[in-house]
């Protein structure tokens, strides 16, 4: 009797005033403030009349691109939105809902950090709609917010929730990045080298030994460091953000070679990485609630 309880007040909860967005799996979405209290803004699901779910974001000032996929290929629609936070460079958060079989109403996100609103897009050949995001986790370690090495990833819908879409993620030779750049469809390279009209950090991607090469002249030559951070990460991430058996420590000494010990062990590069959401979604999917 207890577990009904939730239930029996939602569904004698009046649906709150607000805008009208749309009707999805027969529940009409309507957008308002937050409660009093709550900044922000609120999204509620409503059937006949009563709450089904209310999702409250205190930090969103805006919530938009709703749209209606099957993102997970089990023929039900899911409903893709976003929200949007404000600030410098800042910030969406991806949200899919979905209903639990149950009457109610489940989601899942994946906070996006710096950077515009993305899509979703179908690519020829592969089996669900995919997402290409960019990394931010290092904005600002090394230096401004331009100079961000943002190695791009992709995430699809699974039973879970969000995860990475391991086919176009997944690297075949260690520092090249993923192997469909080189291996996959055209229209999978395509979408790996191409976002929104802008070339990515993956549209040209060099031998692991010609960056080392270079590396090791920066090393040499002893640059303001800023360059060489930079460079280094960049490497560094080529291995590791599409090969999960990347040894960090290993990848360090190599760049070093000339001069050992001149990155210090890089322990800032180490701790960005650990809260990447590649580095999160390897560890587990971002789940529905």
């Given at each position: 009797m207890a577990l009904l309880l939730p239930l029996l007040f939602l569904a004698a909860t009046p649906c709150p005033r607000g805008e009208r967005i749309m009707t999805w799996q027969g529940m009409t979405m309507r957008r308002h403030e937050a409660p009093e209290g709550m900044d922000g803004v609120t999204i509620s699901f409503c059937r006949a009349g009563g709450l089904v779910r209310r999702f409250d974001q205190p930090d969103?000032?805006?919530?938009?691109?709703?749209?209606?996929?099957?993102?997970?290929?089990?023929?039900?629609?899911?409903?893709?939105?976003?929200?949007?936070?404000?600030?410098?460079?800042?910030?969406?958060?991806?949200?899919?809902?979905?209903?639990?079989?149950?009457?109610?109403?489940?989601?899942?996100?994946?906070?996006?950090?710096?950077?515009?609103?993305?899509?979703?897009?179908?690519?020829?050949?592969?089996?669900?709609?995919?997402?290409?995001?960019?990394?931010?986790?290092?904005?600002?370690?090394?230096?401004?917010?331009?100079?961000?090495?943002?190695?791009?990833?992709?995430?699809?819908?699974?039973?879970?929730?969000?995860?990475?879409?391991?086919?176009?993620?997944?690297?075949?030779?260690?520092?090249?990045?993923?192997?469909?750049?080189?291996?996959?469809?055209?229209?999978?390279?395509?979408?790996l080298r191409r976002n929104d009209g802008n070339d990515t950090r993956l549209a040209r991607v060099q031998a692991p030994e010609k960056r080392l090469e270079a590396l090791h002249g920066l090393v040499k030559d002893d640059p303001g460091k800023g360059v060489l951070l930079r460079a280094a990460e960049e490497h560094i991430k080529l291995y590791c953000y599409y090969d999960a058996r990347c040894d960090v420590p290993g990848l360090i000494r190599a760049i070093e070679g000339p001069r050992p010990g001149m990155l210090g062990g890089f322990p800032e590069l180490v701790k960005t990485m650990r809260e990447s959401n590649i580095s999160k979604l390897r560890r587990a999917p971002a789940g529905w609630r």
């Open positions: 969103a000032l805006r919530w938009d691109g709703f749209k209606v996929l099957d993102l997970d290929g089990d023929g039900q629609p899911e409903l893709a939105s976003s929200y949007w936070t404000g600030g410098a460079h800042c910030c969406f958060t991806q949200v899919v809902f979905r209903t639990n079989g149950k009457g109610g109403v489940i989601a899942t996100r994946l906070a996006q950090q710096d950077y515009g609103e993305s899509s979703w897009r179908r690519l020829p050949g592969y089996p669900r709609p995919v997402m290409l995001l960019y990394d931010f986790s290092s904005a600002y370690a090394f230096g401004g917010f331009a100079e961000t090495v943002t190695m791009p990833y992709v995430v699809e819908i699974g039973p879970q929730g969000f995860r990475l879409a391991a086919q176009l993620m997944q690297a075949r030779e260690p520092g090249w990045g993923p192997a469909a750049l080189r291996d996959g469809p055209a229209a999978w390279a395509s979408f």
